[in-house]
């Protein structure tokens, strides 16, 4: 669903009805779905400053979509999922990325997410 939304504009309605349709999920379970990916996309600008200032070799604009739009959800659960651990997010962004991404591509996201855990964990 982020990589819809940044691709192009898709109706919630015709949205939904994709990911019931290919997803074989419940209406019920695909709004919820699609409400935490609009959460996400509306906070993506906060979400790549983070992972731009963990980026040190990468600037985000050379980071893929799929591999932007995992470390995009994963950040955004990291910064506001307080009730699952860190190592559980990073462990599913890992698998999407082995999914969607490049063994490359996968290292990668797994360095950016650590340091950004990094930093929520650090006091204040």
């Given at each position: 669903?982020?990589?819809a939304?940044?691709?192009g504009d898709q109706s919630e309605k015709d949205l939904v009805a994709l990911m019931?349709?290919?997803?074989?999920?419940?209406?019920?379970?695909t709004l919820v779905l699609y409400t935490k990916a609009l959460d996400v996309w509306r906070m993506h600008a906060q979400l790549d400053e983070m992972i731009a200032n963990n980026s040190l070799s990468y600037?985000?604009?050379?980071?893929?979509?799929v591999e932007r739009n995992i470390?995009?959800?994963?950040t955004f659960e990291l910064v506001h999922e307080k009730?699952?651990?860190?190592?559980?997010?990073?462990?599913?962004?890992n698998r999407l990325a082995n999914k969607f991404c490049s063994e490359s591509a996968c290292h990668f996201i797994n360095a950016i997410l650590d340091?950004?855990?990094q930093c929520q964990l650090a006091p204040s």
């Open positions: 669903m982020l990589f939304f940044q691709v019931m349709r290919e997803l074989q999920l419940s209406k019920k379970n600037d985000l604009n050379r980071i893929g979509k470390l995009r959800l994963a009730s699952t651990e860190p190592a559980i997010i990073i462990a599913e962004a340091a950004i855990s």
